[in-house]
């Protein structure tokens, strides 16, 4: 089973950017890899995921041209470019990988330590 590891995590002021990696344990195939994220009291939700071989990306729309999903395929490593950050973006981010897209955070089982971003107003 390929372990993931979340980085790169930090406290930011609204309109900073930060970019945050995900690291693979193995090489990948056909998988989706996709970040999550938990604010404070809130549900796990949807960020944006990609299909590490043919490199399709989708994004929640809260977060839709202000983030960016890029991968390194010699590196094993997927990366969560985020500008334009927002106090609303605050919350523990986490990558996944499984065999077919979901949006639906229940429907996965194994999940990292996650990477905590704070953004200050």
């Known amino acids: 089973q390929v372990r993931l590891v979340e980085s790169g995590g930090g406290l930011v002021q609204a309109g900073d950017s930060l970019r945050l990696s995900c690291a693979a344990s193995r090489a990948l195939g056909p998988f989706v890899l996709s970040w999550f994220r938990q604010a404070p009291g809130k549900e796990r939700e949807f960020v944006a995921a990609?299909?590490?071989?043919?490199?399709?990306?989708v994004y929640a729309d809260s977060v839709k041209g202000r983030f960016t999903i890029v991968r390194d395929l010699a590196k094993n490593t997927m990366y969560l470019q985020m500008n334009g950050l927002e106090p609303e973006d605050t919350a523990v981010y986490y990558c996944?990988?499984?065999?077919?897209?979901?949006?639906?955070?229940?429907?996965?089982?194994?999940w990292g330590q996650g990477t905590r971003v704070t953004v200050s107003s």
């Open positions: 996944t990988v499984t065999s077919e897209f979901t949006r639906v955070a229940d429907q996965i089982k194994n």
């Open positions: 990609l299909s590490w071989v043919r490199g399709s990306t």
